[in-house]
């Protein structure tokens, strides 16, 4: 089992920045990639941006140069900075593990809003 927690959520205006921090622990060898997904209201979830053991990283079309993802494995922590930030950028962001052989992201932490003012 994998356990994540996400922290750094917020309320900021229009081109600010912010970083999420998703802290792993439990079976952190079996995870083969990390990524941050988002829900807005009333719209699925979509992935943000994702990076695996061996750090390639990529990026959902609409936050490509404006967020970075990246990690430090020394504190098992995978970062998300968030730059530029827009109003439609406002949702709820969930940190989430794939492990490996999984075709799917299969744990999730409990989120953390981020809002973006205009």
């Known amino acids: 089992q994998v356990q994540l927690v996400e922290s750094g959520g917020g309320l900021v205006q229009a081109g600010g920045s912010l970083r999420l921090s998703c802290a792993a622990s439990?079976?952190?060898?079996?995870?083969?990639?990390m990524g941050w997904y988002r829900q807005a209201p009333g719209k699925q979830r979509e992935l943000v941006a994702a990076i695996t053991s061996d750090g390639t990283t990529n990026y959902a079309d609409s936050v490509k140069g404006r967020f970075t993802v990246s990690r430090d494995n020394a504190k098992n922590t995978v970062y998300l900075q968030m730059n530029s930030l827009k109003p439609e950028d406002t949702a709820v962001y969930y940190c989430?593990?794939?492990?490996?052989?999984?075709?799917?992201?299969?744990?999730w932490g409990q989120g953390t809003q981020v809002t973006v003012s205009s």
């Open positions: 439990g079976s952190i060898f079996s995870i083969s990639a």
């Open positions: 989430s593990a794939r492990s490996l052989g999984s075709l799917n992201y299969n744990y």
